[in-house]
């Protein structure tokens, strides 16, 4: 089966900058997408970054030009560089990636103080 453990999350003071893993793990074969998601206390889980086996990036509107999604083949991991965090970036960021079916990390705490 396949196994998504993310790492990185912490606390970084606003303007701060992180930097998030996934590593995937079972049978990998043939990813269509891997992404990431966060979901904010209270709140919807939402959409942070993915992309296709094609290539094509897609970003949340609230992250556009702050944080890069990015992968190694090699490793079998993602990664997600989040730079000029904000507050309301504050949540759980979860790993995706989509093979036959979808599979989802135990997600890493990221708190952005003010």
């Known amino acids: 089966q396949v196994q998504l453990v993310e790492s990185g999350g912490g606390v970084v003071q606003s303007g701060g900058s992180l930097s998030l893993s996934c590593a995937a793990s079972?049978?990998?074969?043939?990813?269509?997408?891997m992404g990431w998601y966060r979901q904010a206390p209270g709140k919807e889980r939402e959409l942070v970054a993915t992309?296709?086996?094609?290539?094509?990036?897609t970003y949340g509107d609230s992250v556009k030009g702050r944080f890069t999604i990015s992968r190694d083949n090699a490793k079998n991991m993602i990664h997600l560089q989040m730079n000029s965090l904000k507050p309301e970036d504050t949540g759980v960021y979860y790993c995706?990636?989509?093979?036959?079916?979808?599979?989802w990390g135990q997600g890493t705490q990221v708190t952005v103080s003010s």
């Open positions: 995706r990636i989509e093979i036959l079916n979808e599979y």
């Open positions: 992309t296709t086996r094609s290539g094509s990036v």
């Open positions: 079972g049978n990998l074969f043939s990813i269509d997408t």
